[in-house]
């Protein structure tokens, strides 16, 4: 029933280009009529509504792991790796809800987490602990997406790697150049409808192709009754909590979430957030049922080059589907990478301007400021495309990646929630879990390092804040002083004059020129 050959590589291309000139078109007709100044283009002057918020909170999250990785672990586990898969990325999204209520009353005309860390602490070391961590989780997105965009577009067209990442590197840096908040909600919301009703379509068109769900599940009956169990302790042990705990942080301890907390009108946050967990769900389990459909066909890994990840890419290439079936599927999964690279892209570069340029050379003028920030897009792409090309495993990074976010999910959260927590308490708690927790996890188990992870990163900011006499902290103070920021900013907004994309928001500095 499977062919072998690749369809032509010139429909690859097509695609590839042809989709980022679409977004392009967009980002440069949304600037045009939306963004009128730095400070719309950061924050959109926290104005998204509702829809627009949340299809972009969907589309943030429908990355390549989403798309990919929910085949990959249904075809590993059967029912329990999509159960398992599926379930903690909805809950992960609505967990944002009190953090976000939270920072948005106490902090309610913020723009970064690493500002909140930055007041709430008031210590150097443990603002520049919180940066590398966002920094290096916003760096691994950008790789795993690289890499599903290679796996996807490698395996069904046959395109050689190094083409691939130069191909997409190129064009999304190119339309990212024009990003922005607006851009990205706008874009997001297209790109949810363009991922969501693909991924219906192609999923029953495979299902009818192979003869129908009762085929499938009887075939892995037949292989193995425990595939279609959805409570198996191996799949929870062998990825589902790791992943569970690696999802909450990565929306929690995220900067790409953050923006839209303080985009989005303050009385749709709440309801954005669990909207868009709810309505994220038939993503994973439409594409996750692909998985089965490789198990119940008797589909080998070493078939597919030993990714699990791929197997979603290979089974459409070799079914026999008709072109238009396929190219939905690419569309889908390319829409999935190209809207977290091109968000992943702008948080990189905010952080870089904001957390680390302005800082270290507070007179940069802003014309060198903006080519620094542009310069680090570049650097971080070429750096990424290196490390795709190293052949590293596509579910090996998503799990990795997770383990060393988990470290600053409880700090974080003790931060917003808990007033007696110290920078001291903060710092330490994420350092220790990371140099302790990762050699745990390669030496012996990525559960038992990722507890161990979770562990060190709970215990030691609560015993080290404990001993700590420090006075507990006001946050009616953090309110106060963003406020007057925001009022600087907004009143220099209003009355600058300047030319080109490249202004940026600094704390404790006006909004400086005109988009």
């Known amino acids: ?26 980002a440069l007709s949304v600037r045009r009529s939306l963004v009128r100044n730095t400070h719309d ?4 002057d926290r104005k998204i509504g509702l829809g627009f918020g949340v299809g972009s909170v969907i589309a943030v999250w429908t990355w390549a792991m989403a798309v990919m990785m929910s085949s990959g672990q249904a075809y590993t586990w059967g029912l329990s790796g999509l159960f398992w898969f599926t379930v ?15 920072l948005r009353k106490v902090i309610p005309n913020g723009y970064t987490i690493t500002d909140f860390i930055r007041s ?21 997105e950008i790789i795993i997406n690289l890499k599903g965009a290679v796996l996807l577009v490698q395996t069904i067209f046959g395109i050689k790697e190094i083409i691939i990442l130069g191909v997409i590197i190129f064009i999304v840096t190119v339309y990212s150049y024009f990003g922005g908040i607006w851009t990205s909600a706008i874009t997001a919301t297209i790109n949810t409808l363009f991922i969501t009703v693909p991924a219906a379509v192609v999923t029953l068109y495979v299902l009818h192709q192979v003869g129908g769900a009762g085929f499938i599940f009887e075939s892995i009956a037949q292989q193995d009754p425990k595939l279609l169990s959805i409570f198996r302790p191996e799949a929870a042990a062998g990825f589902g909590v790791t992943l569970a705990l690696g ?12 923006q839209k907390v303080w985009a989005i009108k303050p009385h749709h946050v709440k309801r954005t957030f669990i909207w868009g967990g709810a309505w994220f769900y038939p993503i994973p389990i439409a594409l996750g049922l692909l998985g089965l459909v490789a198990l119940g066909l008797g589909l080998k890994l070493d078939e597919i080059g030993g990714d699990a990840a791929a197997v979603g890419p290979y089974l459409i290439s070799h079914l026999g589907l008709p072109l238009i079936i396929v190219i939905l599927y690419v569309l889908l999964v390319l829409n999935a990478c190209y809207s977290t690279i091109d968000g992943a892209f702008s948080a990189l570069s905010s952080l870089v301007a904001v957390d680390i340029v302005k800082p270290l050379w507070p007179s940069l003028p802003e014309k060198r400021l903006f080519a620094v920030t542009k310069l680090s897009i570049i650097a971080c792409a070429l750096v ?7 052949g590293v495993n596509f579910v090996s990074l998503v799990l990795t990646t997770y383990a060393i976010k988990t470290s600053l999910l409880i700090p974080l959260i003790l931060a917003i929630f808990w007033r007696k927590l110290t920078s001291r308490g903060f710092l330490w708690g994420i350092v220790l879990s990371i140099v ?11 559960l038992i390092g990722t507890l161990v992870i979770f562990g060190i990163s709970a215990v030691v900011p609560v015993v ?29 907004a209003d009355h600058a004059v300047s030319a080109g994309v490249g202004s940026t928001v600094v704390p404790n500095q006006p909004i400086q020129g005109k988009v």
């Open 41 to 44: 283009f950061i924050i959109a």
């Open 436 to 446: 302790i927790g990762l050699p745990v996890r390669i030496i012996y188990d990525e």
């Open 247 to 258: 999802l909450l942080a990565s929306t929690v301890a995220d900067q790409t979430f953050w």
């Open 1 to 26: 029933m499977l062919q072998t050959n690749p369809l032509p590589a010139y429909i690859g291309y097509v695609l590839m280009a042809g989709l980022g000139l679409v977004m392009l078109f967009i």
């Open 120 to 140: 709430r602490f008031q210590n150097r070391p443990a603002l520049v602990i919180a940066v590398i961590g966002m920094i290096f989780g916003i760096f691994l």
């Open 464 to 492: 080290l804040s404990l001993l700590s006499r420090e006075a507990p902290f006001d946050y009616s103070d953090l309110k106060h002083a963003r406020q007057l920021i925001d009022d600087a900013a907004d009143h220099t």
């Open 88 to 102: 903690p990325n909805g809950i992960a999204v609505m967990a944002m809800v009190p953090f976000a209520v939270k």
């Open 384 to 390: 990424a495309g290196l490390i795709v090309m190293s």
